[in-house]
């Protein structure tokens, strides 16, 4: 990532995100395999990468389906005010759900969005997260496949943003703090 001269290092290559995708793609048809009420949920946008990569490598009859969810805007930092900006399309009564998310940092938006599925009668409702930031965590909520844990760093690439911009990397990197603190 040198040619990106706001990112600090390579922290995931794209080849260790390609091995683990592929990894969880296979715990999660084994999981699944039988079942024809699978329904994917992809949280945009920042998952919108990985639910990619993970769907295709998953050998099951499954459906897709995206939630728009946000606490942050264009700030760094959650503000813990969570807003549903796209709903699903379908019912998922009766479904097993798997909601995949780029990174589970404060737990606040992934913990309001469980709840708020969980008033929808799925059959079950588990949560697939790229990056687990632990160190960040808010609220406890849980995350049952987990591609990395990632240290208290701000991380971009594979989908994940800074204001828009760095979704598009290949592989995952620390952003320079002096380009997030302007916006603190």
């Not at 798997?98 to 737990?107: F, R």
């Amino acid at each position: 990532m040198p040619h990106r001269p706001y990112v600090i290092d390579e922290m995931i290559s794209a080849k260790s995100i390609a091995a683990r995708v592929e990894a969880l793609a296979k715990e999660i048809t084994a999981s699944y395999r039988g079942t024809n009420k699978l329904v994917v949920v992809g949280l945009l946008r920042g998952s919108f990468v990985f639910i990619a990569d993970l769907v295709r490598a998953m050998n099951l009859a499954l459906e897709v389906d995206f939630m728009a969810v946000s606490s942050y805007g264009d700030r760094p930092s959650s503000s813990g005010v969570v807003r549903i900006l796209k709903d699903l399309n379908s019912s998922i009564a009766g479904r097993h759900v798997i909601v995949v998310e780029d990174i589970v940092d404060t737990g606040l938006t992934l913990d309001y969005l469980v709840e708020n599925l969980q008033t929808r009668h799925p059959a079950s409702l588990k949560v697939c997260a790229l990056l687990d930031k632990r160190e960040a965590r808010k609220r406890e909520v849980a995350v049952e496949y987990i591609g990395f844990h990632c240290p208290n760093e701000f991380v971009v690439g594979y989908g994940l943003d800074y204001c828009g911009r760095y979704r598009n990397l290949p592989a995952i990197g620390v952003l320079k703090p002096e380009v997030y603190r302007k916006a603190e």
